[in-house]
């Protein structure tokens, strides 16, 4: 980090003092992702000079790393020429990403530069599903014919593979753009010159249809550790591939927003965090923290009802906060071990008695250790070292027993309530810390007062 902070004062005092030469040796030796973090940090009137500093190749590599506001910045700075030649080096599915975060006027601009066909394949991309493998999937990637020799395949890819997402994987495809088979560089290179490409091909080839969710798209390049994944359409024809950068880009938004559905935030924005507006913020999280503070209100209406009991062993409402906080954090553990295995396609919803028994049984062994560490904890904290006479080993009696069935409640409902969430087509994350906490909570006092009233006759 310190390093980088050194490099970008370094290149803002070349740019200051109009260094020129020394600013383009220096952005020539570096990574694009790097010169896209350095522009992120100036975003000011210097930048459009920096960037024409860039070799070509560099500039649009570095283009696609920025971030929304920075690209922005530079379409609105580059001359129609500049940003004809930045359309021209970038990937059509990176520029349909680009033009989904534009303002109206700026994507007017883009597609005004953009070639004709380019246009038709940017229009066609859009129509898809925003979650859909049509929506991420590049039409750039080298397509064979069955009957080629593997001479010509080779010189096929020499020809138009400069222009394409990848060529270590090459698709085989009849002349009714079927998808037929799939070939790798590896296998044409090691062929004879005349060995038919379809000779050598894989036939069994894993697809997705164009409709198909971009994070099933994502666990199949995972699960089979593809570099590229074909798309075609509904009459098997190829139309596109989803590469493996474009999956990574999905696994992480998927992960951002189930832990901000877990932590009772609406996902709303693909933006850091520090780019994002308060009010935006603000939006994303007081709907859940409003229905978490409703429901919260059964808590407090389970307290009043038992008045008179607490007005009787006043002592009891000390263990509340411990009961409470200790079966919020038992359902919470369960919920988000369930919800991430269902992410992962390790559970589904016929497993749900095998996971309840699994609970079960771990809640026995951390019910029974907590109930020993909270039964010593009451006796030699609360009556022994704080001298509270009100504390006898009846009272300690009722908050270990109760301690132990609430944390067997709370991970049973933790576990099982993502899975019938998940059965009925919402997302498990949902059913997260926060949403298990009020209900666990509310479970937890009526547990412990009906063990108190009974046991201490109150």
């Known amino acids: 980090m310190e390093s980088n902070v050194t490099l970008q004062e370094t290149i803002e ?35 459009p000079v920096l960037y024409r500093l860039l070799p070509k190749d560099i500039a649009a590599d570095a283009f696609v ?12 700075s580059l001359s129609d020429t500049e940003l004809r030649e930045v359309l021209d080096d970038m990937f059509l599915d990176d520029v349909v990403d680009m033009i989904e975060e534009m ?15 380019d246009r038709k394949m940017i229009n066609m991309l859009l129509k898809f599903p925003e979650d859909s493998a049509g929506s991420i999937m590049t039409t ?12 010509e395949a080779i010189k096929r890819i020499r020809r138009t593979g400069v222009d394409k997402e990848t060529i270590y994987t090459c698709y085989v495809a009849d002349n009714l753009s079927k998808l037929t088979g799939i070939v790798t560089i590896k296998d044409l290179i090691l062929a004879e010159d005349d060995t038919k490409v379809k000779d050598i091909m894989d036939p069994n080839v894993i697809s997705v249809n164009t409709y198909t969710d971009q994070e099933e798209v994502a666990e199949i390049i995972q699960r089979y550790d593809f570099l590229a994944l074909p798309v075609v359409d509904t009459e098997n024809r190829l139309v596109g591939i989803v590469t493996v950068d474009d999956a990574v880009d999905v696994m992480q938004d998927e992960a951002t927003e189930d832990i901000q559905k877990m932590a009772a935030i609406t996902p709303n924005t693909d933006k850091p965090y520090l780019k994002i507006g308060i009010f935006d913020t603000w939006k994303s999280r007081i709907p859940w923290l409003l229905l978490l503070m409703i429901s919260a209100t059964f808590t407090g209406m389970i307290i009043s009802s038992f008045e008179n009991a607490l007005a009787t062993s006043v002592v009891l409402t000390a263990f509340i906060p411990m ?24 559970l589904n919803f016929k497993d749900l008695i095998k996971v309840i028994w699994k609970e079960i049984r771990v809640a026995v062994l951390c019910g029974i250790s907590l109930a020993a560490a909270a039964f010593l904890k009451v006796l030699l904290v609360d009556k022994i070292l704080l001298g509270n006479n009100e504390v006898t080993y009846g009272v300690a009696f009722v908050v270990c027993l109760t301690l132990a069935l609430t944390v067997l409640v709370a991970k049973i409902i933790g576990c099982s309530l993502p899975m019938f969430a998940y059965k009925l087509g919402f997302d498990p994350a949902v059913m997260a810390s926060p949403f298990i906490t009020t209900i666990v909570d509310a479970v937890s006092l009526v547990v412990y007062f009906v063990i108190a009233t009974n046991i201490l006759n109150i």
């Open 13 to 47: 005092s070349l740019l200051k003092n109009k260094k020129y030469a020394s600013l383009r040796d220096i952005l020539t030796t570096m990574n694009p992702v790097d010169v896209a973090g350095i522009f992120e940090a100036i975003q000011d009137e210097k930048m």
């Open 65 to 76: 790393e920025m971030d929304e506001d920075t690209q922005q910045f530079l379409i609105q």
């Open 103 to 117: 303002p109206a006027n700026v994507v007017k601009r883009i597609l005004r530069q953009s070639t004709n066909e």
């Open 140 to 151: 750039e990637l080298v397509i064979l014919r069955p009957d080629m020799t593997a001479q």
């Open 323 to 346: 009961l409470m906080d200790t079966g919020g954090n038992s359902g919470s553990q369960a919920s988000v071990t369930v919800i991430r295995a269902i992410s992962l396609n390790e």
